[in-house]
Nanobody
């Protein structure tokens, strides 16, 4: 069993930045990859991006060029740096781990472990 705890959410104005963290209770390198998701009110949870232990990253088109995922194995922590934030980035942000081998990083059903989420609110 792995516990994931997100932090770093808050309220910012459009154009601002936030850095989210996801602390894992065990080594993040036990997972081939980890991901970030978000869910806006009334909408489905969507994949924001993923990072593999190799360092390869993939992002949703809506955040490409603005968001960056990184990891610190010494701290067992995953990060999501969010720049040039827009109101449409508002939502609850979750980190996820334990993806089914070969499963799509965009699909929430492929992940076994989830954090409790951290709220991001971007005002115009």
């Amino acid at each position: 069993q792995v516990q994931l705890v997100e932090s770093g959410g808050g309220s910012v104005q459009a154009g601002g930045s936030l850095r989210l963290s996801c602390a894992a209770s065990r080594s993040i390198y036990r997972f081939t990859s980890m991901g970030w998701f978000r869910q806006a009110p009334g909408k489905e949870r969507e994949g924001v991006g993923t990072i593999y232990t190799s360092g390869w990253t993939y992002y949703a088109d809506s955040v490409k060029g603005r968001f960056t995922i990184s990891q610190d194995s010494d701290k067992n922590t995953l990060y999501l740096q969010m720049n040039s934030l827009k109101p449409e980035d508002t939502g609850m942000y979750y980190c996820a781990a334990g993806r089914t081998p070969g499963g799509s990083w965009r699909e929430r059903s492929e992940y076994k472990y989830w954090g409790q989420g951290t709220q991001v609110t971007v005002s115009s």
